[in-house]
């Protein structure tokens, strides 16, 4: 059974860091690509970061770049998320999946039940 499992969210405040980790089971870890995505609500689920199986190429989105970094780990099938210089708008459900191609939630199959982030002002 896939399973993606992660931690780490909570409540913090502007400037402040955080780091989202993702424990990854029941599949090769190699085989897929890991994202990150976010949904605030009302708005679409949008991807934050994604770090290519294959080539261990990564995406940010635009917001996020040069504030958030995205590692694996592939000993512990963990990928992590290291969010930095946190705004408000940072805030929302963050959730990591597993799949393939471009970093946009259709693309990706199997996904974790998410952890919020919520960065006061």
């Known amino acids: 059974e896939v399973q993606l499992v992660e931690s780490g969210g909570g409540l913090v405040q502007a400037g402040e860091s955080l780091r989202l980790s993702c424990a990854a089971s029941g599949f090769t870890f190699d085989d897929y690509s890991i994202g990150w995505f976010r949904q605030a609500p009302g708005k679409e689920r949008e991807g934050v970061s994604c770090i290519s199986s294959s080539d261990g190429n990564t995406y940010y989105e635009e917001s996020v770049k040069g504030r958030f970094t995205i590692s694996s780990d592939t000993a512990k099938n963990t990928v992590y998320l290291q969010m930095d210089s946190l705004k408000p708008e940072d805030t929302a459900v963050y959730y990591c999946?597993?799949?393939?191609?471009?970093?946009?939630?259709?693309?990706?199959?199997?996904w974790g039940q998410g952890t919020q982030v919520t960065v006061s002002s």
């Open positions: 999946a597993a799949g393939g191609g471009v970093c946009y939630y259709r693309e990706y199959n199997y």
